[in-house]
């Protein structure tokens, strides 16, 4: 699997996998490719991307993790560079930059602790549909 750009992410969160239904609708290029944390692919590409600094580990992992040219973003920062990658007006989000990482993050993890009891859990991982399965590594 090529991993110019990877979005790993909670394939049994609400939010999570309508973030990522969000993504597919509106990347017409077909730039990303996403794997489930819980997947074997996933554990694997957590173990490959620098994520000591920040003391994750595939078992407490609560963040999207975005690859991109074997760089990796997590929480706020990750989202917004998917979102400027997207292209279009997606990336007038980048202004949110501006707001200091220590407070997006903080937003981040505050909204990623919450996210099973507000959005929800899926009893299994996300599938993706038949014409969407080759952007998908599980």
Known sequence: MSQSSVILFDGVCN?????IRFLIRRDKKAAFTFVA????TGMTLLETVDL???NLTSSNINTIVYIK??????ESEAVLEI?????????????????PLSLR??????????RYSLFGKRTSCFLPTPENEKRFSL
């Open 37 to 40: 944390l819980q997947s074997d």
């Open 69 to 74: 040219n074997n760089q990796s973003f997590i």
């Open 105 to 114: 993050d903080r937003i981040y993890r505050y909204i990623a602790a919450k």
């Open 52 to 54: 000591k600094a920040e």
């Open 15 to 19: 939010l999570c996998c309508g973030w």
């Open 83 to 99: 979102l400027t990658n997207l292209g279009g007006i997606w990336r007038i989000f980048g202004v949110l930059r501006l707001i």
